[in-house]
């Protein structure tokens, strides 16, 4: 699974060190100096955790929280100098997932980003491989092949694919694999998740008309069904 971190914070320099530390444990780490540049990036594609400052230009990082929330359960860190007791009940209160009073240490950082992503997606350092009739799909090394053939993804299709992966045979609705494989805010149609799961069974199906895997779930979304 892809480790995507989001920081929002007007603190370029403390971002910059934060996100080389990141970058060097393993994550990929994007910054944004503002809300509206951090929607933009949300709309573009999704993350797994978001280090949310709470005094940011024009808005609070309460605020910023708020939005997300009515659309996203991504997990989400505040990051802040102001510690007192009602700031941090109401960084909870809104959805935040933990709350790190500045100045922290690295240290101390790189701890509640590892705790907090093993909490919300169980990373393990054993690749994720699952399989279903001559199909194989690394999501770890993001890699599939079929028949022992490598099959070439774009990355949104392999991102759906994972998507469908990690939750085989449980129905996903059209707007949960739209915002995981999207962004949250993403402006995408429905119509173009339509067009990606074809393509998808036409790369791994053995008849894309009558699909055995990728199935349309009616009036719900789709489902990778994956015979145990």
């Known amino acids: 699974m892809d480790k995507r971190i989001l920081i929002i914070d007007d603190d370029e320099d403390l971002s910059f060190i934060i996100s080389d530390m990141l970058t060097s444990y393993g994550y990929s780490v994007t910054c944004a100096n503002d809300p509206e540049k951090a929607f933009m990036l949300l709309e573009d594609k999704p993350f797994q955790l978001i280090l949310l400052d709470i005094n940011l230009p024009g808005t609070t990082g309460f605020e910023v929280c708020r939005e997300l929330r009515r659309v996203s359960t991504v997990p989400i860190i505040f ?25 922290y240490s690295m240290k101390e950082l790189l701890s509640r980003v590892n705790a907090l992503m093993r909490r919300s997606y169980g990373f393990t350092d054993k690749e994720e491989i699952v399989t279903f009739g001559d199909v194989k799909v690394n999501i770890t090394s993001r890699s599939v092949t079929k028949a022992g053939e490598a099959v070439s993804l774009s990355l949104k299709e392999f991102d759906l694919l994972a998507c469908l992966c990690r939750n085989k045979n449980s129905a996903l609705s059209k707007d949960k694999l739209l915002s995981e494989v999207w962004g949250a805010f993403s402006s995408v149609e429905p119509s173009t998740l339509a067009v990606h799961i074809r393509w998808l069974r036409e790369k791994l199906e053995d008849d894309p008309a009558k699909p055995v895997y990728i199935k349309t779930v009616f009036k719900v979304g789709y489902i990778l069904e994956v015979r145990e």
């Open 79 to 103: 990051a802040s100098a102001r510690t007192s007791e009602s700031d941090r009940i109401s960084g909870f209160d809104i959805g935040g997932d933990d709350y790190l009073p500045k100045p």
